[in-house]
């Protein structure tokens, strides 16, 4: 196997590892709107890093970050909607991205991998940065994992027991926000939202509690990435939606063939 | 309000408002061990604010809560609102607060639904649920256990059958019970003491003195009739418990 194809296979690993439980998350608290808002914020990441010269990863993760609090600020002031709100950030975010890209020189090229990922072209280093931060956020969902359920199930019985649910809650937030600053590396900008729902979306029908669920998206994830870099070394597919549509033909197989659910 | 030795929890002068709207005011209560106290009022009255304070979700604009030194509250919420993709069963929902399986068995022992331990939480039943719900609030141990509708969604038979449960609760725990309900009637039965609220108290006192009292009539004076072939079937119960209501019923019919 090629080299490239050997890291492309790391990167993807790295980040399949936490969008499986990040995906459970978001599935599970309805955030997909929440997680698309950030992702397009992450292509202005891309453009400060690049006018300011600084790593993408931790500009992504910056943007995506400040965009999570001033969303959080948002949706308490009740002032819109929260589909409103996000509405209005999520597309204002992507259309400042695009266009302070195209105002740096010689950015504009590159257009395509911000977009769609270009995990064939990631460097060694940046898979480094990858799994430091999948092991990062990975300890921390280990660490907070009964508390950052509780307040899935139910915000107020949970601050009731005692769990600090402002303090998680930003913490759940900021970890999704450092997830699309690396996924972005896989599939680029436009498709993170995918990565992170569609594998959780197609472990619901396997799973009996919520650590399998956890643990099925990303072995989901994790084989999406390796069918999906296969396609498109054997076809000439771009990686990144091949990555995606191996993840949508798993979801497709898991409602066929896993029995009728049991739902509300 | 009966003067009480100890209190749990005593509000003095709760006030509080949503940007320009009050939506309570002026409200005081006290709630002793041992003592069922229900807050019922129409929609918007405020009740839910209320227990949000009694919980310390909310903090009030102006007025004092005080709490028993060490009180533990056992809250049921109205509902729960679980997302279907969730696979949740019972048993780990009541893990959420107490890890030990043991201590979760026995809770679910005691509102008996045990048997649906394994069941997944989406698939309850309206009185399941709550009496899931129900469990969950009991392993805080609670000295105090804060009810919010807590027979919503449940059919008459249930209803009783989940206020007798309550009852024995609150008799093995000894401790005092805060319930809100949308209604008088449905909770005469199960109740010492109600408050009516509509963003102020209206009255307070047993249940047969607010069911007599003007503001409470003016309430809900339309929907007494509604609800009082309830209480044909209470001499099943404990008698201290029955005769409140039985002698209502039979003056509201008069």
């Not at chain 1, 090629?2 to 309805?30: D, K, N």
């Not at chain 1, 999906?228 to 191996?246: C, D, F, H, Q, T």
């Amino acid at each position: 196997m090629p080299e490239f194809l050997v890291l492309a296979l790391l990167a993807g690993l790295g980040v399949s590892l936490v969008t499986g439980p990040l995906g459970a998350f978001v599935v599970w608290r309805r955030m997909a709107y929440f997680g698309d808002t950030l992702a397009h914020g992450a292509l202005l990441g891309m453009a400060l890093s690049m006018w300011f010269t600084v790593a993408p990863t931790l500009a992504v993760a910056l943007v995506c970050i400040a965009l999570a609090l001033l969303i959080t600020a948002l949706q308490q002031r009740r002032l819109l909607s929260t589909d409103t709100t996000l509405g209005i950030l999520a597309h204002s975010a992507l259309a400042l991205g695009l266009v302070a890209i195209t105002l740096i020189p010689g950015a504009r090229a590159d257009m395509e991998g911000l977009l769609f990922g270009d995990i064939l072209a990631v460097t060694p280093a940046e898979v480094l940065t990858i799994w430091v931060t999948a092991c990062l956020v990975a300890t921390l969902l280990w660490k907070l994992w009964r508390p950052l359920l509780a307040i899935t199930v139910h915000l107020d019985l949970a601050q009731v027991e005692g769990v600090a649910v402002a303090r998680m809650t930003l913490a759940l937030k900021l970890m999704l926000a450092l997830v699309v600053a690396v996924a972005m590396k896989v599939v680029g900008v436009l498709l993170i939202t995918a990565l992170l729902i569609i594998p959780a979306a197609a472990a619901r029908g396997l799973a009996r509690n919520p650590e399998s669920m956890v643990v099925m998206a990303s072995a989901i994830g994790a084989t999406a990435v390796a069918a999906g870099l296969g396609a498109a070394w054997l076809w000439n597919m771009p990686a990144g939606p091949a990555i995606v549509l191996s993840a949508t033909l798993i979801f497709v197989l898991s409602l066929v063939f896993v029995p009728a659910r049991l739902e509300s | 309000m009966t003067p009480q030795p100890q209190p749990l929890l005593t509000l003095r002068g709760i006030e509080k408002r949503y940007r320009n709207k009050t939506v309570l005011r002026h409200i005081d209560l006290t709630l002793a061990r041992g003592q069922i106290l229900t807050l019922i009022g129409p929609n918007g009255a405020g009740k839910t604010t209320l227990v949000k304070i009694v919980l310390g979700l909310l903090a009030p604009d102006a007025g004092t809560v005080s709490r028993a030194a060490g009180l533990r509250i056992g809250y049921m919420p109205q509902k729960l609102a679980l997302d279907p993709t969730l696979p949740l069963s019972a048993g780990r929902f009541l893990q959420l607060a107490e890890p030990d399986i043991r201590l979760c068995r026995a809770a679910l022992e005691e509102t008996g639904i045990l048997h649906l331990i394994d069941h997944p939480v989406q698939g309850l039943s309206g009185g399941e649920t709550q009496r899931m719900l129900l469990a969950r609030a009991l392993l805080r141990k609670p000295d105090l256990l804060v009810l919010d509708e807590p027979v919503q969604g449940v059919d008459v038979t249930g209803q009783e059958a989940l206020y007798l449960l309550i009852n024995r609760i609150r008799q093995r725990l000894n401790c005092a019970i805060l319930m809100v309900s949308h209604d008088l009637h449905l909770v005469m039965a199960a109740t010492d003491e109600v408050i009516c609220l509509n963003g102020h108290i209206c009255c307070h006192g047993s249940p047969e003195h607010v069911s007599n009292d003007p503001a409470f009539v003016e309430l809900f004076g339309s929907r007494t009739a509604l609800y009082t072939h309830h209480h044909d079937h209470h001499h099943d119960l404990d008698a201290t418990v029955v005769e409140q209501p039985t002698d209502r019923v039979e003056r509201a019919d008069a």
